[in-house]
C-alpha cells in the first residue's frame, strides 16, 4: 500500500507530546509548581475565590472590582435548573453514579440552554451556564436519591458556598467554605490532561461547549483519572490502622501493583496541590475515622516516598482530597463529581482558547493487518469451520 | 522553569501521528482504498451486511454461519428501550437536533443498562446493547417529535431493514433495505478519525464504553465531521441549477471558502465510499428534489475536481450521501445521526483493542504566558483599572 503511515511517529498516550499551544496553565514537573495564567495554584489557593479564578482562566487576567461583581452576579442568575433537567434527575435510579448523572444532564442541557449558535450569543455564556449548573445537578440528584426535596441555589453565596448549602441544606460555616472554595481553585485547571483533552477533540470538530463538557465528564469518570480520589478513601480504610501500612505496601509492590494515590505522568516530585491539599486534612480533621484515615495517609506517605521518591512517585492530588471532601460531608461517590465541578472551568477555557485557531484532530494509527483479504474466499472459509 | 515541554513535538490537529497500532482498518489515502480487517470497502457493502461487518470490526474475522445467527439473535434482542428512555425522549423538545437526543439518550443508556463491570459481563455485551438501541432511539425520537406512538423493534428484521421499519412504520422494499445496509457498512469504520479518537481518549482513562460512545457522537456532531452531509444538502439545494454551480464555485474560491463535501485530510484521490454512494444516488433518483440535487452535484464534481483535483480534493464520503439518505426518506437533520448508528460498530471496537493493552492519553500543551506573576501585587493593578 502506497501509504507513509509507518513513518509517522508514535508515542502511546501521546507523553510528552504536544497538542496545543497554549497560555492557560503551565506544570513543571520537577519543580513541582502549578501556574495558571501566570499565577502560582498556592497563592490563587490561598488569596482568590473559585470565582475569579474561572474569570482568570477564561479572560487571561484578574477582574477589576466591577468585572468581577458582574461574572459573580451572570454566574449566580444561571444556577436554577428547568423542570426538564429536575424531571430527568428523578428519572436516573438512585443507585447511578453521580458522574453517570451529571454527564446525562450536562448533555441534556446542550439541548435545553445552548445559545451560543453563531446569533451573537458567546462560548462564554454557555459556559457560565454549565459552571453554575453542575453543582445545582449534584445537589439535586443527592436529594432525589434521598427522597428529600432539592433546596433551591441561593443567589447570595458564592459558588462554593451555595453548593455546601445545597448539599446539606444549611449554610456552611465560614471557614468550611473557604476551605472548599479553595479546593475548587486547586482543581479548576491542570494543562492538557485526559478529560481536558477529550474536551478540545470534540471541540476540534467544531462541536458545541455542551458536548465538549460531556466527554470530558465521561473521561474523568475513569478510575485511572479521576476516579481516584475515591479508591485512595477505599484504600485508607482497607488498611485500616498505620501498623499495617508496610505489610500492605510489601504485598503491593511484590504484586507489582499501583498504589492509588501515588505518582504522577508529569509531577515527579510532590504535586503543590497535594502539599496544600495534606495541610487542610491535618486542619479540619478532628475525629475518627478522619482521624484514624489521616494516620493511615501520612505513615503510607512516608514509607512510600522513602522507598519510591527516588523514582519520583508522591503523593498526587488524589491523595488527601478524599479525606478533606469526607470531612467536609460530600460522600464518597461525588468525589470525582467535585473534581468536575472544579475543572469544569479548565475545560471551557481551552475550549474557547482551541477553537480561537482550530485545528480538527485527525491522527493516524500504524496498521497491523492484512490488506488483501477476498470476501468470497473467507466466507467460504468460515462457513467450512 | 526546568521543564522541557519545548522541546516536544508540535503538530496541530495531529495531522500524521499516530495514537495506536490497529488491525482494524486502513486508509490508503493515495490510492483510495479502505480496508476493513483486510477486506476492501467496495466488498463488504457488495456482499456483506452490517451485522456480519460489527462482527468482522469487534472479532477480527468474518463469523461462521452460528456465529452470524447467533450474534444477529443477540443484537435483536437488545434493541428495546426501558420506559426510562421512552421518558427521556419525550422530555427532550420537538426541536432538539437528534446528534443532542442521541448522545443524551447513550449517556443515560450508561446509568440503565451498563453490565462490564467487571463481574463476568464483557466489553462486546455493553456495545452491543448500545448498537442495537441507537436505532430504536432514533426512531422513537422522530416519532415523539411527530406526536406519533413509536413504532417498536421488531426480532424478524435485519438491523438496517428494522431501523427504516421503525423510522416510517412500515416495511421497507427489499432493494431499498439492502442500500440502506450498504450505506451503514460504508459508514461503520474509518481509522483513527476526530470521533473515533474521542472515544478512545475517553477510554483510555479506564472510563465505560457508554461515556467513550457519548463522547463519540458529541465529537460526530461537528459541522466539520459528521455534520457536513447535512450542509451539503443545504448548499445543493442553495446552488439550485447545475448552470449556477460556475458563478457558486467562483464566489466560494475568491473569498477563499470551502466546499463543503470536497477534500479529506487523508484520501488525496476518490473517497471509495463516495464512488459507492455517487452510483448508489444514480440508481436510486427517480424524481426532484433528488433529480435536480444529483445534476447539481455532478456538475459540482466535475468543475471542482477539474480545479482542484490536482490538489488532492475530490468529492468526500459525505458528498452524495444526503442524496441518497433523501431518496430513502430520512429527514435531513438525521443524516448524522445514522452516521453516529453506523460509526458506532467501529468506536466500539477501536475501544475494545485500545484498553486491551491501553495507556491513558496526557499529552502536554505547549506554554506561552508568563511564570512568575504576583497575586496581590496583579489584584492590585486590576482594582485601579
Known amino acids: 500500500m502506497g501509504d507513509t503511515t509507518k513513518q509517522v511517529?508514535?508515542?502511546?498516550?501521546?507523553e510528552g507530546v504536544a497538542v496545543a499551544i497554549s497560555s492557560i496553565s503551565h506544570i513543571d514537573g520537577k519543580a513541582g509548581r502549578l501556574i495558571y495564567r501566570g499565577f502560582s495554584v498556592e497563592e490563587l489557593a490561598q488569596y482568590s475565590n473559585f470565582e475569579e479564578v474561572a474569570f482568570l482562566l477564561w479572560h487571561g487576567k484578574l477582574p477589576t472590582d466591577f468585572e468581577l461583581t458582574d461574572f459573580k452576579r451572570k454566574l449566580a442568575r444561571e444556577r436554577s435548573l428547568s423542570s426538564e433537567i429536575s424531571q430527568l434527575l428523578r428519572l436516573l435510579p438512585a443507585s447511578s453514579h453521580p458522574m453517570d448523572v451529571l454527564r446525562t444532564a450536562v448533555s441534556a442541557m446542550g439541548v435545553l440552554y445552548r445559545r451560543c449558535d453563531g446569533s451573537g450569543f458567546s462560548l462564554i455564556e454557555d459556559a457560565i451556564?454549565?459552571?453554575s449548573k453542575i453543582?445545582?445537578?449534584l445537589a439535586a440528584f443527592?436529594?432525589?436519591r434521598n427522597n428529600r426535596p432539592p433546596v433551591l441555589p441561593s443567589a447570595e453565596l458564592d459558588h462554593a458556598a451555595n453548593f455546601l448549602y445545597m448539599l446539606h441544606g444549611k449554610l456552611?460555616?465560614?471557614?468550611v467554605a473557604r476551605v472548599f472554595d479553595a479546593i475548587l481553585i486547586l482543581h479548576a485547571e491542570q494543562e492538557m490532561n485526559?478529560?481536558?483533552f477529550a474536551a478540545t477533540v470534540t471541540a476540534s470538530t467544531l462541536s458545541d461547549i455542551f458536548s465538549a463538557i460531556t466527554s470530558a465528564i465521561g473521561t474523568l469518570k475513569g478510575p485511572i483519572h479521576g476516579g481516584a480520589s475515591e479508591r485512595v478513601i477505599e484504600m485508607l480504610?482497607?488498611?485500616?490502622?498505620p501498623a499495617n501500612?508496610?505489610?500492605?505496601i510489601e504485598e503491593k509492590m511484590s504484586a507489582g501493583k499501583r498504589i492509588m494515590g501515588f505518582g504522577h505522568r508529569i509531577y515527579k516530585t510532590y504535586d503543590p496541590r497535594a502539599v496544600v491539599l495534606k495541610s487542610m486534612a491535618k486542619e479540619l480533621v478532628k475525629s475518627d475515622p478522619g482521624r484514624k484515615r489521616l494516620e493511615v495517609a501520612l505513615k503510607l506517605e512516608e514509607v512510600v516516598v522513602e522507598r519510591l521518591g527516588e523514582k519520583g512517585i508522591y503523593p498526587n492530588v488524589d491523595f488527601y482530597s478524599g479525606i478533606v471532601y469526607s470531612e467536609l460531608g460530600i460522600p464518597k461517590d461525588f468525589f470525582t463529581a467535585i473534581f468536575a465541578m472544579a475543572r469544569c472551568a479548565g475545560w471551557a477555557a481551552h475550549i474557547m482558547e482551541y477553537t480561537e485557531s482550530n485545528r480538527i484532530f485527525r491522527p493516524r494509527a500504524i496498521y497491523e493487518g492484512s490488506t488483501d483479504l477476498r470476501y468470497l474466499e473467507e466466507k467460504a472459509k468460515a462457513r467450512c469451520e
Request: proline fraction near 10%; glycine fraction near 6%; charge should be negative.
Open 135 to 137: 453543582p445545582t445537578v
Open 142 to 144: 443527592e436529594a432525589a
Open 172 to 175: 456552611p460555616e465560614e471557614k
Open 129 to 131: 451556564s454549565i459552571l
Open 245 to 248: 501500612v508496610e505489610t500492605f
Open 237 to 241: 480504610d482497607e488498611i485500616g490502622d
Open 194 to 196: 485526559a478529560s481536558t
Open 9 to 14: 511517529p508514535f508515542v502511546k498516550g501521546l
